[in-house]
C-alpha cells in the first residue's frame, strides 16, 4: 500500500495567544486513557489582509478534503454538520462577540509507539522572531503574539466532521530571549523585520522528525478531544 501523502505544514500569520499550553500540557481536563495534548488559542482580527487571505486558502483546504469526503461517502453528503469550525468566534465575560476569531491548535505530549509498546514523549519545537530555536524557551503567557506551524486537517465520523490544527513548531514574536539551539523548527518561519539572525540556517527536516518527536505532532490518536 502507497504511504499516504501528509498535508503541508503551513504557518499563520501572527495572532494573540490565549490559555497557551506550550511549555508544558494541559493536564486539567484529560479523558480517561487519553494523554495530555500542548494547545493553543490563538486570536486574530479576520480583517487583517493576512488573516483574510490564510482563512481563504485554508477554507479552500477544509471544502476540498470534505468534497472528496463525501464523494466517498454518498449516504453522508447531503447531511453533513461541522462539529467545530476551524475559526470560531470569540467572546467576552457578558457573552457578547469581541469581532475577533481564533483557531485552536494541539499537539500530544505522547503516544505508544506500535511497533515497541515504548512511550514516545512529544513536546513542540520553539524559536524565536529571529529563527534562533530555543532550547530553553521561556513561559509562554496568554498575550504572547505568536506564529504557529500548523498542518491543517479534517476529521470525519459519519455525517460529523471536525476541521482542526496539529501544532508542528512556535515562533514567538513578542517574546524574544536567549538559548538557541541547532536544527529544530526556525527554518519554518521568516524572520521578523528588526531582528538579526545571527544564527546558521537551519532548514526544518519534517521526514528526520517523524519518529525523534523533537516537536513534530506525531499524534496518532487524532483529533478526538475537540
Known amino acids: 500500500m502507497a504511504k499516504q501523502k501528509r498535508d503541508p505544514i503551513v504557518v499563520t500569520p501572527a495572532g494573540i495567544a490565549s490559555w497557551p499550553h506550550l511549555n508544558s500540557p494541559d493536564t486539567k481536563f484529560v479523558e480517561p486513557g487519553k494523554f495530555p495534548k500542548y494547545s493553543v488559542k490563538l486570536q486574530f482580527d479576520p480583517n487583517d489582509p493576512a488573516w483574510a487571505k490564510f482563512m481563504a486558502d485554508s477554507q479552500a483546504d477544509f471544502d476540498a478534503k470534505l468534497e472528496a469526503y463525501k464523494a466517498d461517502n454518498p449516504k453522508f453528503a447531503k447531511r453533513m454538520s461541522v462539529a467545530n469550525p476551524a475559526f470560531r468566534e470569540v467572546f467576552d465575560e457578558e457573552g457578547e462577540p469581541t469581532g475577533l476569531l481564533e483557531l485552536v491548535a494541539r499537539m500530544g505530549s505522547q503516544y505508544i509507539d506500535r511497533k515497541t509498546n515504548k ?3 512529544l513536546k513542540p519545537g520553539i524559536c524565536d522572531a529571529a529563527k534562533n530555536n530555543l532550547t530553553n524557551p521561556p513561559p509562554i503567557w496568554g498575550g504572547s503574539t505568536l506564529k504557529v506551524a500548523v498542518r491543517r486537517g479534517l ?17 514567538i514574536i513578542n517574546l524574544v530571549t536567549g538559548g ?4 529544530g523548527v526556525g527554518g519554518m518561519f521568516d524572520a521578523e523585520d528588526g531582528y ?10 519534517d521526514e528526520s522528525r517523524d519518529d525523534a518527536g523533537g516537536g513534530v505532532n506525531q499524534d496518532p490518536e487524532g483529533p478526538e478531544d475537540f
Open 119 to 121: 512511550v514516545v514523549k
Open 155 to 171: 476529521h470525519t465520523t459519519g455525517a460529523e466532521y471536525t476541521e482542526f490544527w496539529q501544532i508542528n513548531g512556535v515562533q
Open 180 to 183: 538557541a539551539g541547532s536544527g
Open 196 to 205: 538579526e539572525d545571527d544564527s546558521p540556517e537551519a532548514p526544518f527536516d
